[in-house]
């Protein structure tokens, strides 16, 4: 089955610079990253995603790169604020053509924590 | 309703009790998935429906472990004689379409269960 690994487990920036989050997934059949922020006491909330046939995905200040001859993908957050402050996830899983799903594979999580 | 409702919030059981972990999914959405989240862990997939249909309980740790989803909406996760190990957030997620990787999940807060 997939294996997702996630880097760093816990990630302190100052206010303003930029943080990244990088995962690495083994099943080269995967083909749909997400990424989750979770706050405390609330479930994982979807911040962005990207599917295998592109390899960099921007929405505001948050981006994601996949690099799939690695098996490797990235989350890019710049200018960070106070309230960008939770435990972001990686995940993975493959779809087959019919959209037919599996459920995620997530990585264990990297606590960012925001210096003012 | 607006998002994923998930009742109760908190459940303390004795070892050896049998608990029932309920998810309103947001109306209409046909498909919905269960995941375990043990403490500093990522979530865990358990088990996913479409409809009324269970397509997936290869995630199901045990035969202690049963959910349901009768008439295609609420689900309720069953756990009999509950152990130590089963202690964790359990996460529900809903999703509007069968193409779950096009619209995304939308958790909800969980159900945080300590068997003691």
Redesign the interface.
């Known amino acids: 089955g997939e294996n997702v690994e996630q880097h760093p487990s816990t990630l302190s920036v100052q206010e303003g610079d930029s943080a990244v989050i990088k995962c690495t997934y083994s099943d080269s059949a995967s083909n749909y990253f997400p990424w989750y922020k979770q706050e405390l006491g609330k479930g994982p909330q979807l911040i962005i995603d990207i599917r295998s046939n592109v390899g960099e995905k921007k929405d505001q200040r948050i981006a994601v790169t996949l690099n799939k001859t690695a098996k490797h993908f990235s989350l890019h957050i710049t200018e960070t604020q106070p309230e960008d402050s939770a435990v972001y996830f990686c995940a993975a899983a493959e779809f087959d053509s019919g959209g037919g799903a599996d459920g995620l594979t997530f990585g264990k999580g990297t606590h960012l924590i925001i210096q003012p | 309703g607006a998002g994923?409702s998930q009742s109760p919030r908190y459940k303390v059981a004795k070892r050896g009790q049998d608990v029932a972990l309920r998810c309103d999914p947001i109306s209409g959405h046909v498909?919905l998935?269960w995941?375990q989240q043990a403490l500093?862990?990522?979530?865990?997939?358990?088990t996913?429906f479409q409809n009324e249909a269970q397509?997936?309980k290869s995630?199901l740790p045990s035969d202690r472990f049963f959910a349901e989803r009768p008439e295609g909406s609420v689900s309720t996760l069953k756990i009999q004689r509950t152990q130590q190990e089963d202690s964790a957030v359990y996460?529900c997620?809903s999703s509007s379409?069968?193409?779950?990787?096009?619209g995304?999940?939308?958790?909800?807060?969980?159900t945080r269960l300590t068997v003691v």
């Open positions: 994923v498909s998935f995941y500093g862990q990522g979530p865990e997939f358990l996913y397509l997936d995630g996460l997620a379409t069968f193409q779950v990787h096009r995304g999940y939308t958790f909800g807060s969980g």
